[in-house]
């Protein structure tokens, strides 16, 4: 299976928040977008899973175009994603937060339930079960927010700023988080970050967003050696000096 876009645009009014924008991702795969603030990486990620409708181009799930089907259609063809701000159901605990989505899924309350506490002992945080959602410390709120888009064994995975707020051992605890989500359970991975070294220590393939448009792709030691994503970031006048 392969998630696919081609040619993505997207327009508001007379201002191009995404511009001719492709890009490809396999199961087992982890692909990285990164770019400065207002590249246009969550509406990437908005159209992927259905919340913004493209001004033009596709996106292919498994063979078929899928941006013209709701959000939860989508999440039910095997793509889920985590929200920047976490947006975890507070008024429930840890693992009916999970439990709700294999509910919304289709599946039995029991089964759902089951999955959850699989889900939670996989990523280490079952003695969160219990606990409401609403008291969680930020990391832990941030692990279950993944735990829950995993629900029922999605084939892509699509991570929106996971790392935001977090000190550095945590970001290295939550890149094994991400290997092993690619690795263990075949799901491929879109990364969306603004921690740099976190994208590049994970991702077999970067990409680089800045205007709404692809500046570089490549390896780790392309985006590095980039001309174009030094200028993205420190602009042309520091660039030019260093």
Request: proline content about 2%; hydrophobic content about 45%.
């Amino acid at each position: 299976m392969s998630l696919e876009l081609t040619s993505i645009s997207v327009a508001f009014g007379g201002f191009k928040a995404l511009d001719d924008v492709s890009l490809s991702l396999n199961k087992g795969e982890i692909v990285g977008l990164i770019g400065p603030n207002g590249a246009g990486k969550t509406t990437c990620v908005n159209v992927i899973t259905g919340f913004q409708t493209p001004s033009s181009g596709t996106v292919i799930l498994d063979g078929e175009t899928v941006n013209s089907r709701a959000a939860h259609d989508i999440r039910r063809r095997g793509l889920a994603r985590t929200f920047q701000a976490g947006r975890l159901f507070t008024g429930l605990d840890v693992l009916d937060n999970l439990a709700v989505t294999g509910v919304g899924l289709g599946h039995s309350r029991k089964a759902s339930e089951d999955e959850a506490m699989q889900l939670l002992a996989w990523m280490g945080v079952s003695h969160l079960a219990e606990l409401p959602a609403a008291g969680l410390p930020y990391t832990d709120e941030r692990r279950v927010g993944i735990a829950r888009a995993l629900m029922f064994a999605p084939d892509f995975l699509l991570l929106d700023e996971p790392a935001a707020g977090m000190s550095e051992t945590e970001a290295s605890d939550l890149a094994e988080i991400i290997r092993r989500i690619a690795q263990e359970r075949d799901c491929g991975v879109l990364l969306i970050e603004h921690n740099v070294g976190l994208v590049l220590s994970v991702s077999n393939h970067v990409l680089v967003l800045d205007a709404g448009k692809v500046i570089e792709e490549g390896d780790k030691d392309a985006i590095l050696g980039s001309k174009a994503v030094r200028e993205a970031y420190l602009g042309a006048e520091h660039t030019e000096d260093a």
